[in-house]
Nanobody, 115 residues
């Protein structure tokens, strides 16, 4: 069962931009936060941004000022606008939804920043 569907990854040059989108199934109840994680080869999965239903947003220090996370609660959708991309941002990006009882994860989308 696919319950989080994400899109928007790709190859971009340093300094470029990408926008990721993720929509949670309406069958998921009691979501209290949505956001994005990423995992580079040989690295642990790390938080990029988390957004609560109330609109509070937390960013990783490495992306502050460059990435903007947003939510449309009515659509159960979270976005990640990524600007001024750096090679260090290269990773698989995973959408996340935190609900009562468990977390849900998207399939992952590859973001590659290279000249």
């Amino acid at each position: 069962q696919v319950q989080l569907v994400e899109s928007g990854g790709g190859l971009v040059q340093p300094g470029g931009s990408l926008r990721l989108s993720c929509t949670a199934s309406r069958t998921i109840f009691s979501i209290y936060a949505m956001g994005w994680y990423r995992q580079a080869p040989g690295k642990q999965r790390e938080l990029v941004v988390s957004i609560t239903t109330g609109g509070d947003t937390n960013y990783a220090d490495s992306v502050k000022g460059r990435f903007t996370g947003s939510r449309d609660n009515a659509k159960n959708t979270v976005y990640l606008q990524m600007n001024s991309l750096k090679p260090e941002d290269t990773a698989v990006y995973y959408c996340n939804a935190r609900a009562i009882g468990r977390d849900y994860w998207g399939q992952g989308t590859q973001v590659t920043v290279s000249s």
